[in-house]
């Protein structure tokens, strides 16, 4: 792995996510980048909502970066991956630690590339469950990636670029 894929590593002291008491628990990882990360939510008296349960925002938090950057890692160089829409639906209140794991199979990555084949680009949509110590559902969130093939987003943003300068 690169440097980038070794930084994960130091998420754990991100100024962010040791406010909001997140933290990453466990990585399954090969020579391509991260196939899984386990990540976890303290609760804790500065981290907590008003009625003391898990605050909404940082149960949202622990799900924004990871299925990216592991996207970005796996599909390699050739393609791009922009976080593009994300919601969360709240099921019940986080009154423990919780936790979330991501999960990107071999088989998706296959099944990734093989799209972009024929349409260079896509909206791949993923849920993520968070889940309290008791193994009960808080939160469901559901995350919307963009994924393009390096040649097709490159054009793009030359055409765009092409166009808003033929309008000056």
Same mark, same amino acid.
């Given at each position: ?28 990882? !090969? +020579? ?6 386990? /990540? *976890? ?22 799900? !924004? ?15 791009? /991956?922009? +976080? ?6 709240? *099921?019940?209140?986080?009154?423990? +630690? ?5 999960? /990107? ?15 260079? %680009?896509? !909206?791949? /949509? *993923?849920?993520? $469950?968070?889940?309290?110590? %008791?193994? $009960? ?32």
């Amino acid at each position: 792995m690169n440097w980038k894929a070794k930084l994960i590593k130091f998420w754990n002291f991100w100024p962010p996510f040791v406010g909001a008491g997140i933290s990453i628990l466990k990585t399954e990882a !090969d +020579d391509r980048g991260y196939k899984a990360l386990d /990540v *976890r939510l303290k609760l804790r008296f500065w981290n907590s909502n008003y009625v003391g349960t898990q605050f909404g925002g940082s149960l949202f938090a622990m799900t !924004d970066p990871f299925l990216m950057v592991m996207l970005v890692q796996r599909l390699g160089p050739g393609y791009v /991956v922009w +976080d593009k829409v994300s919601t969360i639906r709240f *099921r019940r209140p986080g009154r423990s +630690d919780c936790f979330a794991r991501f999960e /990107v199979a071999e088989s998706e990555i296959d099944g990734i590339k093989v799209r972009l084949q024929t349409e260079s %680009q896509f !909206d791949w /949509v *993923r849920v993520v $469950e968070i889940r309290d110590s %008791q193994n $009960e559902v808080v939160a469901t969130v559901e995350k919307t990636l963009y994924v393009a093939t390096r040649a097709h987003y490159e054009a793009s943003r030359q055409r765009k670029s092409k166009s808003i300068a033929d309008r000056v």
